[in-house]
């Protein structure tokens, strides 16, 4: 059974300024980031995409996506803030946006009964960690065995800003130890760094990080509405609290019962955080295309 490709595409692009970045024309004849992340896993095996958006965008990016990807399954999944585990209730009057990423997951339950990975609908991940992930997937055998794609920290940086990281610790077999959440990341010269904590914390760049692709079982769903259940239970009132992938892997690793394997992912991230990084991204799609990584009309 091939593995299926999840893209997380409801995000609000609050720091990108307006319009949907999701569908935002970036390659070199209007190709938009997810074209490249469906070419690739088409490549590395994948068998079926599923993309998580919300109704009030439906419109707009089924007319980007269209009927242009051949070779792979389509379908579509939403998530709204209404959505909840049976014989939940939760006042969502005052929420700003959906309840985050692992909530987006959770939505397209319904629609993915096999293995698959996840992937945000506006990076860039490179066609190695698609095969990286999808031999995972299909190789393993054990329904609690999950994978993340790990990133060194500076391949992922934006020269437009700071960054915020899920910088992944492990054992000396490679397994996941717990993933912590490190805010304003900056670059200056060769310097890597935050300080949000107060204290200045400098990063060696090669540390791996999550760019939030992941490859998952689906035993990952019932995780997710356990966990999700006792999330709103305890804070779920909070208008701006989110419920985050990464608070559910540090929670299975902590209690022993998942195992995650960082996968060692040798590629420049290439994503569009902040307006000014597009044409960034743009540059570098396009060395790309130059050097024959991707043909120029992409689905032609």
């Known amino acids: 059974m091939k593995p299926t490709l999840l893209v997380l595409a409801a995000g609000m692009s609050s720091r990108y300024g307006g319009g949907l970045k999701q569908i935002d024309p970036i ?3 209007g190709e938009i980031i997810i074209d490249y992340s469906i070419h690739d896993a088409i490549k590395a095996g994948f068998g079926k995409v599923v993309f998580v958006i919300r109704k009030s965008i439906e419109q707009a990016f089924k007319d980007a996506i269209s009927s242009k990807y051949k070779g792979i399954e389509v379908v579509y999944a939403f998530q709204e803030m209404d959505m909840l585990p049976k014989g939940m209730e939760m006042s969502v009057e005052h929420r700003l946006k959906p ?3 692992a909530h987006a997951v959770w939505c397209a339950r319904d629609v993915i009964h096999e ?5 945000n609908a506006d990076d860039f991940y490179g066609y190695s ?3 990286k ?10 329904e609690e065995t999950f994978s993340i794609a790990g990133y060194q920290m500076k391949y992922t940086m934006s020269e437009e800003g700071s960054v915020n990281r899920g910088v992944c610790e492990t054992d000396k077999d490679g397994n996941l130890t717990g993933i912590v959440e490190r805010t304003d990341i900056f670059t200056k010269g060769t310097e890597i760094f935050t300080e949000s904590t107060g204290t200045k914390i400098n990063f060696t760049g090669e540390e791996p990080v999550s760019m939030n692709f992941m490859g998952f079982t689906p035993k990952i769903f019932v995780h997710m509405e356990e966990y ?4 709103l239970k305890e804070i779920g009132q909070d208008p701006k609290k989110e419920f985050f992938i990464p608070l559910l892997l540090n929670h299975l690793v902590k209690h022993k019962i998942s195992k995650i394997k960082v996968l ?3 590629e ?3 994503g569009v955080t902040y307006a000014a990084d597009k044409q960034l991204a743009a540059d570098k799609i396009k060395k790309l295309v130059d050097a024959g990584k991707y043909p120029l009309n992409l689905w032609k």
Do not use: C, M, S, Y
């Not at 293995?115 to 992937?119: D, G, Q, T, V």
């Not at 992930?133 to 054990?142: E, G, R, T, Y």
């Not at 999700?228 to 999330?231: A, G, K, P, S, T």
């Open 129 to 131: 960690a698609f095969k």
């Open 115 to 119: 293995p698959f990975a996840i992937i």
């Open 264 to 266: 060692d992912v040798q």
């Open 228 to 231: 999700f259940r006792n999330f």
């Open 27 to 29: 390659g070199p004849t």
């Open 99 to 101: 309840w985050g990423t």
């Open 268 to 270: 420049e991230w290439i």
């Open 133 to 142: 992930v999808a031999d995972h997937l299909i190789a393993n055998k054990d």
